[in-house]
């Protein structure tokens, strides 16, 4: 007997509904919820926790009560088989329009830790996203001290204006969008913002007891140095799976991605929000964090990072590579009449891979096209480019950084897999050298990874999931200027290794 858990989120304009019960007979837990968008979901900001096991599937009906499209991506969940409800709009769903409804079938599988999820409609995930906690399979035990209480935290930002707005009129002038305003955690901005003097995030400890802190990077355009004020902190997941223990002052975490990490609350009850009695401060301590540009800073974080490679939580990276894909990443422009836009020079700002600004078009799983790579120049082609992969292939990936237009760091996200960073530098890959820099024993195994400024980075997964996948940089106005693309693995020689039947009640389009 497994329990089933139905949870309603509504993406609309305020209300929450959490229905729990009704025992069923399956080969794996089932949990049920409904969400309705405004554009928060539920009313809440950020949205709530979906808590399931290790390999549970959650079924979420999304009932949409805003005035536009939206659809709900389901971030670093790998979805076997089930690209339908990856929440792709104009890829693999279009949109659930205003007044419907749509569930969506979220199948777990191997992940652990935790993740989140979001919407994947123009900026919607501004403010429409929460986590996942992904709890250890009955009968097993983390591979760390067992915390005495754990807490979500959501690093993400707030804007004054319509974010709708934003991104629209940006992409009507061919300018960059509008900054936010604030950042949050847990959707207070706090101090020293005026806006939020009574309202701060506080997290209460007990002296002594030690946390783990699901930690989710759902900022829109920012990578983000994090740290707590005289406190160092062990981090000992990443991305939805188990690493070596890092112990730190401060982590680098990019956009997408997700830590969980233990705190051990050991200092004077001055700092966060210890419990008992005593003196509170004159003034809040603040982190000592790296300068925002400090990339050595974040380079002795990253690459600290190891996957656990236990027997107990085994990894396995591909060696004999059979399908090898270079990829050039940049930010571009494109030509506009008399320099008539808003962007450098009077004209459009873009972003590419290889020498592509991706256009989508409704839907990619029944039509696509393939091209080869481009010119590396400022000037992007247009289009709707995907890459055709056959099943069980070993694949290799080299993203390339460019300072073509704006270099900076791209976190770049492939949806449907997990990979491992097996490489990664700075200036150009050689084919020749840059392999046997490569770490095959212990990569980290993630689904979000930051590609360098001015350098590159080597990933390598299994192509054993078919269906649709989207790969893009989760600098949301990067992705959308075009650095995006489409990933089709094809399906195996058996029903097994081919992708479900689609729902019979995905979004119309039309």
């Known amino acids: 007997m497994h329990l089933l858990e139905n949870m309603s989120l509504i993406l609309g304009f305020l209300g929450f509904v959490f229905l729990q019960g009704l025992l069923v007979c399956t080969a794996y837990n089932v949990h049920h919820y409904s969400f309705i968008t405004m554009l928060t979901i539920n009313g809440g900001f950020p949205g709530p926790t979906i808590h399931v096991r290790k390999g549970n599937r959650a079924y979420v009906n999304v009932h949409n009560e805003a005035s536009y499209g939206v659809t709900i991506h389901w971030h670093g969940v790998k979805q076997p088989r089930n690209s339908w409800s990856d929440g792709l709009e104009s890829i693999t769903q279009c949109p659930i329009k205003p007044g419907k409804n749509f569930t969506y079938e979220v199948i777990f599988s191997d992940e652990e830790g935790t993740l989140w999820w979001h919407a994947h409609s123009d900026w919607t995930r501004a403010t429409v996203h929460g986590a996942f906690v992904i709890l250890l399979e009955a009968n097993t035990t983390y591979p760390f001290p067992k915390p005495a209480a754990e807490q979500v935290l959501i690093l993400g930002e707030w804007f004054k204006g319509d974010v709708k707005e934003i991104i629209d009129n940006a992409t009507a002038t061919g300018a960059d969008p509008t900054l936010s305003d604030a950042y949050t955690i847990n959707g207070q901005p706090g101090f020293p913002n005026n806006c939020s003097t009574d309202t701060s995030y506080k997290l209460t400890v007990e002296y002594g007891k030690t946390y783990l802190l699901r930690l989710v990077n759902a900022v829109m355009n920012e ?145 696509h096209t393939t091209g080869n790579v481009g010119n590396n120049t400022l000037y992007p082609s247009q289009g709707t480019k995907a890459r055709l992969i056959n099943y069980g292939e070993a694949v290799e990936i080299v993203f390339q950084g460019t300072n073509v237009g704006n270099a900076e760091n791209h976190p770049m996200h492939l949806h449907g897999f997990s990979f491992y960073l097996v490489g990664t530098g700075y200036g150009n890959f050689n084919a020749t050298s840059s392999p046997s820099t490569y770490n095959l024993n212990d990569p980290p195994e993630v689904n979000t990874i930051g590609v360098p400024k001015n350098g590159w980075v080597t990933i390598r997964f299994f192509a054993n999931n078919p269906g649709v996948w989207f790969m893009h940089c989760h600098l949301e106005r990067h992705a959308s200027w075009g650095m995006d693309t489409v990933l089709i693995v094809k399906n195996g020689t058996t029903a097994e290794t081919s992708i479900l039947t689609p729902p019979a009640n995905l979004p119309t389009c039309s």
């Not at 062990?234 to 991605?257: E, F, L, N, R, W």
């Open 223 to 367: 990578e983000m140095f994090f740290g707590i004020a005289k406190h160092n902190f062990t981090v000992v997941a990443h991305d939805g799976a188990y690493i070596k223990p890092v112990t730190t002052s401060y982590i680098m975490i990019t956009q997408g991605q997700t830590m969980d990490i233990l705190l051990t609350a050991n200092q004077s009850p001055t700092i966060l929000q210890y419990t008992g009695n005593y003196t509170l401060p004159s003034s809040i301590p603040y982190p000592t964090l790296p300068n925002v540009t400090d990339q050595d800073a974040a380079d002795n974080f990253t690459t600290r990072i190891r996957s656990l490679a236990s027997a107990k939580h085994p990894i396995n990276v591909p060696e004999n590579i059979t399908t090898q894909i270079f990829i050039l990443v940049s930010v571009n422009q494109i030509l506009c009449a008399n320099a008539s836009c808003g962007g450098p020079n009077g004209n459009r700002l873009a972003a590419r891979l290889n020498n592509g600004s991706f256009v989508t078009h409704p839907l990619i799983y029944y039509k």
